[in-house]
Nanobody, 121 residues
Framework: QVQLVESGGGLVQAGGSLRLSCTAS?????????MGWFRQAPEKEREFVVG????????VYAESVKGRFTFSRDKANNTVHLQMNNLKPEDTAVYYC?????????????WGQGTQVTVSS
């Protein structure tokens, strides 16, 4: 069993920055999980934002966030971060942290509770 707890988020003006954090725990947790961030805007499907290994050997970003968002990991604290720069109103959504083990995000092992990001124009 894996638990994910998110923090960060909030309200920011367009062009601003925010950092999200996600701490993993649980008996089943290990660094073999792939970590990711997804987001869901009102009345839209949940969409992939970024996925990455703990080793740093693989990081994949959605085209919509490339060059603006940066994934990082802190293995000492089982925590991953999502640094979001140059935010746009279309980035407004609930952001979810997720952990996956080999399903290609078809059936993630765990989801965080979600944190709201609101970007005003």
């Amino acid at each position: 069993q894996v638990q994910l707890v998110e923090s960060g988020g909030g309200l920011v003006q367009a062009g601003g920055s925010l950092r999200l954090s996600c701490t993993a725990s649980g008996r089943s947790f290990s660094f073999s999980y792939t970590m990711g961030w997804f987001r869901q805007a009102p009345e839209k499907e949940r969409e992939f934002v970024v996925g990455a290994s703990w080793s740093g050997s693989s990081t994949v970003y959605a085209e919509s966030v490339k060059g603006r968002f940066t994934f990082s990991r802190d293995k000492a604290n089982n925590t991953v971060h999502l640094q979001m720069n140059n935010l746009k109103p279309e980035d407004t959504a609930v952001y979810y942290c997720a952990a996956d083990k080999g399903t290609g995000w078809v059936r993630p092992a765990a989801w965080g509770q979600g944190t709201q990001v609101t970007v005003s124009s």
